[in-house]
């Protein structure tokens, strides 16, 4: 079975490489030496950050059984996770629109080792706190870099078209080579050195005590509203009120929760999914084949965001039709292909089926990164995007809770039928903000060809 690892492996590799290598004139766009720097310094710091958190996720799970733990219990250690996400979430990414972004970047360094620290712990509430200091830690992670990179773009004095270019990098290199590497790095720890599940945990915090000495070394500090007069319930308010008075904004947030939650209900599920009779799969082996299938989804986000003629708003429509096909496929084969009754063992074939459609998925993942930040970088406003980008995080995190929190009353394959229905929803929503947005544009052309006849 392990040939077929290496069979997918091997092909995704092949055409990641050949869309890179055939790449042409037209697919890139002419920068400057400064911004190249500034981009390399960015891609730099977000591959150490990606780094520190990819080398956790192929072992969390599995950690948490190494120490005795039901499906039910790391059920509950997840909605920790999520849920101080949500709840503090917002506040943090307030007090990075406020008391600045790089601030907020060190704190996501900090925090993150904390929750690294205490995976040595089998205490089940030492292990609690770890899952919250980590939950806040990745509310910081999806919004202070990215709030921070167009705040400086822009004060920079960029093209904005550049701009999509990091976005394409970062994802290509941070959610695909970085993510391919620390699950094979992980890999290596874990199965040839046998040094325990533990040891992604500790070599994550070196990635991230790195990337920290780089941001305090070679960041400028920016801010969103930096003024003194409004408190965390005003900007909270404006945030609010500027979701409700925009529906782009709004579509966009519901879109982004319902990929998001799917994606992490996924992320959850994979291990069980693949494994359901105790079979012995090579977990970061197989992380590193989905990062590979990120990195051909970001390849292909890249080459379709530096056309001009290409809307974002338009072909994200298919790619929410292809992810939630992609996880239909457990729900199919739970009716198709009888359930076998081995355990341990290797692979099954139902296995392998949904494997593929895993790897389908992820590499919606790869294209979706990029593009939900072109978008965002678009609609959000930049005095309070931080915040604004966490607001988007509460439905999300509320969504993933209920799900862990009901992992046991449910079946997989009912977890993964809802998952596809919602990601059905999003490409549902994805038309019809790609609508509004459309009639917005047309809106502002007539606006600029009226203006000579008003003076």
Known sequence: MEIFYWIVF????????TMELSKNNKDRINTSSAFN???????LVYSLMMAGDWLQGPYVYYLYTTYGFGKGDIGQLFIAGFG????????????ADKHG?????VTYCITYILSCITKHSPEYRVLMVGRILGGIATSLLFSAFESWLVAEHNKRGFEQQWLSITFSKAIFLGNGLVAILAGLFGNLLVGTLALGPVAPFDAASIFLAIGMAVIISTWTENYGDPSESKDLMTQFKGAAVAIASDEKIALLGAIQSLFEGSMYTFVFL???????????????FIFATFMLSSMLGSSLASRLLSQATVKVESYMQIVFVISSASLLLPVITSFLVAPSQEKGGSIKFA???????????????????PSIMKMRSQYIPEEARSTIMNFFRIPLNVFVCIVLYNVDAFPIAV?????????????????????????????????????????
């Open 10 to 17: 091997g092909g995704l590799a092949a055409v990641v490489a």
């Open 415 to 455: 977890m993964f039928g809802m998952c596809s229905a919602f990601l059905f929803l999003a490409s549902m929503l994805q038309k019809r903000l790609a609508g509004v947005a459309e009639r917005s544009r047309q809106d502002k052309v007539r606006e600029l060809e009226a203006e000579p006849l008003n003076i």
């Open 270 to 284: 994979w291990t069980p999914a693949l494994s359901p009779n105790d079979e012995d799969i090579p977990h970061g």
């Open 351 to 369: 296995g392998c089926i949904q494997l593929i459609g895993f790897c389908v998925f992820e590499a919606c993942v790869g294209l979706f990164w």
């Open 37 to 43: 720097s500034f981009k390399n310094n960015y891609l």
């Open 84 to 95: 101080s996400s949500m709840l503090f979430g917002t506040i943090v990414g307030s007090l």
């Open 101 to 105: 972004r790089k601030r907020a970047s």
